[in-house]
Nanobody, 116 residues
């Protein structure tokens, strides 16, 4: 069974940092891409970053490029999102997701709040 579990969210002041983690299970980690999405109150869910484990490439949405870094640990089957210089507009619920066998699998989400 494919499972993803996001953690690491919290309350942080503008300019601060957080690292999110996504634990995965149930699929061949190195063969799949895993992405971070976020959903702010009243807005649609948007893609933030993605790592393609099979080739080691990364993708970022424009609003976070240069501030966020996505990494993976193959031995632990974990994905991380290091978020620096956080802004109030980064507030939202962050989810990790993979597509396996033609289906999307989502973690349960972790809340990130950037506020003074």
């Amino acid at each position: 069974e494919v499972q993803l579990q996001a953690s690491g969210g919290g309350l942080v002041q503008p300019g601060g940092s957080l690292t999110l983690s996504c634990a995965t299970a149930g699929f061949t980690f190195d063969d799949y891409a895993i992405a971070w999405f976020r959903q702010a109150p009243g807005k649609e869910r948007e893609g933030v970053s993605c790592i393609v484990n099979s080739v080691g490439s990364t993708i970022y949405t424009d609003s976070v490029r240069g501030r966020f870094t996505i990494t993976s640990d193959s031995a632990k089957k974990m994905i991380y999102l290091q978020m620096n210089n956080l802004k109030p507009e980064d507030t939202g619920v962050y989810y990790c997701k993979t597509t396996y066998g033609g289906r999307d699998f989502w973690g349960q989400g972790t809340q990130v709040t950037v506020s003074s």
